[in-house]
């Protein structure tokens, strides 16, 4: 499986954005998949996640109640909508995939290229 991420670019403080992630070669369904970030100078970190079959999700605390994410195994994709967009959400964003669901960046065997979402104020 092989993670590609599509969306980003730069939005407006307060704003909506919505990302997708979807796979070329093996399908996404079976998979648990994840978004992190990575902002300029610090460490990529845990965003939320989805198990294989979509009925448990997990946020930082950072997102809850802004970010949602969901699978569509109709389209093989899953989307990360992100709302109330602030400054500091500004990052690479990241679409991971893994047998399991997990905060830790190290339990994720697939990972994709990332896509730019900035934040203006």
């Known amino acids: 499986v092989f993670p590609l991420e599509t969306g980003g670019g730069v939005v407006q403080a307060g704003g909506s954005t919505r990302l997708s992630c979807t796979s070329s070669?093996?399908?996404?369904?079976?998979?648990?998949v994840g978004w992190f970030r990575q902002a300029p100078g610090k460490e990529r970190d845990f965003v939320a996640s989805?198990?294989?079959?979509?009925?448990?999700?997990d946020y930082a605390d950072s997102v809850k109640g802004r970010f949602s994410i969901a699978k569509n195994d109709a389209k093989d994709a899953v989307y990360l909508q992100m709302n109330n967009l602030k400054p500091e959400d500004t990052a690479i964003y990241y679409c991971?995939?893994?047998?399991?669901?997990?905060?830790?960046?190290?339990?994720?065997?697939?990972w994709g290229q990332g896509t730019q979402v900035t934040v203006s104020s």
């Open positions: 991971a995939a893994a047998w399991g669901a997990s905060r830790d960046e190290g339990d994720w065997a697939y």
């Open positions: 070669g093996r399908a996404l369904e079976t998979y648990a």
């Open positions: 989805v198990n294989w079959n979509g009925d448990n999700t």
